[in-house]
């Protein structure tokens, strides 16, 4: 089965600052990777899907990029309201697979 | 606006057997797969179980394989999860998802906790 990795699992980061998150798959997905925002209590949310399609209603402060096994969100200049887990998922083959979480927190 | 709202959560004994629905509204739920993802307590997200437009193809998890059965209700606009022989790493939030690849709308979810 594909097994997703993030990294970090936590990052502390202040307002205004860019914020990377890596995902690396054990198998290539192709473009097949989506990104979801998850806040505290909350269900999670669409944020990106096929590696860089940004979901409507997301901030273009958003961007996801990548291809075959490694894939990359980036937050080009962190919000208050960013502040929250993040999760990618492979969408190429079954079982589907998230990683395991990245949260940001406050700095 | 897009709404799925789950039901049937709660506390279930090992081995037992609870059924989660989903009743969906604000999108035509007759042309979109369906999906459950559960959430453990403090941890990730674990894909569960999804079915096609027309109840045709169903897929599952590992973990769930044999145990737990998916199924819809197009006319009622309706999404079930029938969850048999429960274990105590069961124990989630089940959420209910518009897609069966990429989950575009998701449900407030349902806490299941099995335990004795």
């Known amino acids: 089965d594909m097994q997703m990795t993030q990294s970090p699992s936590s990052l502390s980061a202040s307002v205004g600052d860019r914020v990377t998150i890596t995902c690396r798959a054990s198998?290539?997905?192709?473009?097949?990777l989506n990104w979801y925002q998850q806040k505290p209590g909350k269900a999670p949310k669409l944020l990106i899907y096929a590696t860089s399609s940004l979901q409507s209603g997301v901030p273009s402060r958003f961007s996801g990029s990548g291809s075959g096994t490694d894939f990359t969100l980036t937050i080009s200049s962190l919000q208050p309201e960013d502040f929250a887990a993040y999760f990618c998922?492979?969408?190429?083959?079954?079982?589907?697979?998230f990683g395991q979480g990245t949260k940001v927190e406050i700095k | 606006e897009v709404q799925l709202v789950e039901s049937g959560g709660g506390l279930v004994q090992p081995g037992g057997s609870l059924r989660l629905s989903c009743a969906a509204s604000g999108f035509t739920f007759s042309t979109y797969w369906m999906s459950w993802v559960r959430q453990a307590p403090g941890k990730g997200l674990e894909w569960v179980a999804n079915?096609?437009?027309?109840?045709?193809?169903?897929y599952y998890g590992d973990s769930v394989k044999g145990r737990f059965t998916i199924s819809r209700d197009n006319a009622k606009n309706s999404l079930d999860l029938q969850m048999n022989s429960l274990r105590a790493e069961d124990t989630a939030v089940y959420y209910c998802?518009?897609?069966?690849?990429?989950?575009?709308?998701w449900g407030q979810g349902t806490l299941v906790t099995v335990s004795s």
């Open positions: 079915i096609k437009e027309d109840g045709s193809e169903k």
């Open positions: 998922q492979q969408s190429y083959s079954f079982p589907l697979a």
């Open positions: 998802a518009a897609g069966g690849r990429t989950f575009d709308y």
């Open positions: 198998q290539s997905v192709n473009s097949y």
